[in-house]
């Protein structure tokens, strides 16, 4: 009989945790669903206060203050869905302005970008203020758009340098920020500053009545 034998496994190898994944947008086993049309209760206003964003239909709409998850989170993969207004107001950054704000700090741009100019790296899907999408493939304004995007956070190294995050992000299905490297300055408007290795959601208030809906994460570290 022949004998086989295998190769020691590398450092750090392991079998793969088992995850259900969702059907027809619902989330994976191990997701922490941060909105699931029903209720508010994993945010808070961006000052602390109970959140006055309307709820009815499944989603909810700006309005007031901006929010803020309860909960922290370090690396992760974030889905979410919005929607712009359907009655179209304004053009370039005062048309369907809004944004998510990771660990509070950096922006991944909600805009109406359907044939509405504006700077590049202001435009929807963009590292606002740092990085342009590859492509628009924003929709018309009304219309439900998704964002699935994997966030590794930048962190303070011992040497007091800060170790590089990234950014990848699926717009409508597809890519638009391919591991985009997120050096730790924070995004204009931030509520925080400085590299660290957790922080809140946050979804930004610029005055729009942005709607959103399905919002999910799961903890990458």
């Given at each position: 009989?022949?004998?086989?034998?295998?190769?020691?496994?590398?450092?750090?190898?392991?079998?793969?945790?088992?995850?259900?994944?969702?059907?027809?947008?619902?989330p994976?086993?191990?997701?922490?669903v941060?909105f699931?049309?029903k209720?508010?209760?994993?945010?808070?206003?961006?000052?602390g206060?109970?959140?006055?964003?309307?709820?009815?239909?499944?989603?909810?709409e700006?309005h007031?203050?901006?929010?803020?998850t309860r909960?922290?989170?370090?690396?992760?993969?974030?889905?979410?869905e919005?929607?712009?207004p359907?009655?179209?107001?304004?053009?370039?950054?005062?048309?369907?302005?809004?944004g998510?704000y990771?660990?509070?700090?950096?922006?991944?741009?909600?805009?109406?970008?359907?044939?509405?100019?504006?700077?590049?790296?202001?435009?929807?899907?963009?590292?606002?203020?740092?990085?342009?999408?590859?492509?628009?493939?924003?929709r018309?304004?009304?219309?439900?758009?998704?964002?699935?995007?994997?966030?590794?956070p930048?962190?303070?190294?011992?040497?007091?340098?800060?170790?590089?995050?990234?950014?990848?992000?699926?717009h409508?299905?597809?890519?638009v920020?391919?591991?985009?490297p997120?050096?730790?300055?924070?995004?204009?408007?931030?509520?925080?500053?400085?590299?660290t290795?957790?922080?809140?959601?946050?979804?930004?208030?610029?005055?729009?009545?942005v709607?959103?809906?399905n919002?999910?994460v799961?903890?990458?570290?």
């Amino acid at each position: 009989m022949a004998i086989v034998s295998f190769a020691a496994a590398p450092a750090g190898d392991r079998e793969p945790a088992v995850v259900t994944p969702g059907t027809a947008g619902s989330p994976p086993s191990d997701a922490v669903v941060l909105f699931d049309g029903k209720d508010l209760s994993a945010w808070k206003s961006d000052d602390g206060s109970e959140p006055k964003w309307k709820l009815e239909n499944g989603h909810m709409e700006v309005h007031g203050k901006g929010l803020m998850t309860r909960q922290e989170f370090g690396a992760i993969q974030l889905h979410l869905e919005w929607a712009s207004p359907a009655e179209v107001k304004g053009d370039g950054q005062g048309r369907g302005n809004s944004g998510v704000y990771f660990q509070g700090r950096y922006e991944i741009q909600v805009l109406d970008s359907h044939q509405n100019k504006t700077y590049f790296n202001g435009q929807a899907a963009s590292f606002y203020g740092h990085n342009a999408p590859l492509v628009n493939t924003s929709r018309k304004p009304g219309e439900w758009q998704t964002y699935d995007i994997v966030f590794h956070p930048p962190k303070p190294g011992a040497d007091g340098k800060v170790q590089p995050g990234s950014f990848t992000v699926i717009h409508n299905g597809v890519l638009v920020q391919d591991h985009i490297p997120v050096l730790g300055d924070a995004s204009v408007s931030a509520k925080f500053s400085g590299a660290t290795p957790t922080g809140p959601l946050m979804l930004q208030d610029h005055g729009n009545p942005v709607r959103y809906r399905n919002l999910w994460v799961r903890k990458l570290d």
